[in-house]
């Protein structure tokens, strides 16, 4: 197992319509808890589990962080409940029968049935299993020339990613893209993602150049739209870039992050094509009260 790939991935394999198989992968490079009361850098079991599920239901990702099926999990904190919006999700993709509710009627008590022999079973012809592909925003792509250029993206309503491509950036035509991240990443603890993360990608003759570094830093301006439940006076916004070596989010690399409140916007110097995530960090501490 690696720590550079997701937490955990489901897999449906179906035919025809009719599913086939289904298995999750956990990713044991992770630190897991299977107890209930995971340690803050542990992550627990069974919320991933029960995320990945969902998967196997047809099930997207959702915008609302409380949703088990948000993209983000944080370490040390439990999601083992069914959100409105996840129960939502299930009566939708498969509602009840209108002329057969309740859809979960009390079974009444059956006999127990005389045992039968089993029939033979004709062995049928071995199916190539597809995967379920859950959908994600589409990529966002611009041939750039040693002029430079501009790029916009747009990975979900809460906002959009702005690339400016200065002349001599690159030394030859280059593709330049923005493309969502699908890997299930840790959140940092006492964060809440404003957006999905997204991952900076640049090919030479369809080739992806993976950590290209640019002649002169572009400069990339985030706009958000909306801010995470829970967000007080005390939260400030923080822009990290995954550093892949070590699974973490780092502060970016290549220069200051400038904030606009009013705006806002987060507006960086980028150096090298990379993966970045937007928060909101609770930086206020909150103490209790002490009588002398």
Same mark, same amino acid.
């Given at each position: ?24 992968? %956990? ?37 609302? /962080?409380?949703? !088990? ?54 062995? +049928? ?10 959908? +994600?925003? +589409? ?25 400016? /491509?200065?002349?001599?950036?690159? !030394? ?15 959140? *940092?603890?006492?964060?809440? *993602? ?7 990608? /640049? ?13 002169? *830093?572009? +400069?990339?301006? %985030? ?44 507006? !960086? ?24």
């Amino acid at each position: 197992s690696d720590n550079n790939l997701p937490l955990a991935v489901a897999s449906v394999f179906f035919s025809n319509g009719r599913i086939l198989d289904s298995d999750i992968w %956990i990713n044991d490079a992770y630190e897991w808890d299977a107890t209930g009361d995971p340690a803050w850098r542990e992550i627990d079991l069974e919320s991933v589990v029960l995320h990945e599920m969902g998967h196997w239901l047809a099930l997207g990702h959702d915008p609302d /962080v409380r949703a !088990v099926m948000y993209y983000a999990i944080m370490s040390g904190t439990l999601k083992r409940t069914l959100f409105d919006n996840d129960r939502r999700g299930i009566e939708f993709i498969y509602p009840c029968p209108a002329d057969d509710l309740p859809c979960n009627p009390s079974p009444e008590p059956t006999s127990t049935p005389t045992p039968t022999p089993s029939p033979t079973v004709t062995p +049928t012809p071995t199916i190539t299993p597809t995967p379920t592909i859950t959908p +994600t925003p +589409t990529p966002a792509t611009q041939k750039v020339s040693t002029d430079g250029g501009t790029l916009d993206f747009v990975p979900s309503d809460d906002g959009e990613v702005n690339l400016v /491509v200065p002349p001599n950036a690159v !030394v030859t035509d280059t593709l330049v893209g923005i493309k969502p991240v699908e890997t299930l990443w840790t959140t *940092p603890a006492r964060h809440q *993602p404003l957006m999905e993360p997204f991952r900076m990608v /640049v090919e030479l003759d369809g080739i992806e150049q993976v950590g290209y570094a640019f002649e002169i *830093p572009i +400069t990339m301006t %985030i706009t958000y739209d909306g801010e995470p439940m829970g967000m007080t006076a005390g939260t400030s916004v923080a822009l990290y870039e995954m550093n892949v070596e070590e699974e973490r989010w780092d502060d970016p690399q290549c220069g200051p992050v400038e904030h606009d409140a009013a705006q806002q916007t987060v507006t !960086v110097p980028v150096c090298q094509a990379s993966t970045f995530g937007l928060f909101a960090k609770e930086s206020a501490l909150f103490l209790p009260a002490v009588q002398r």
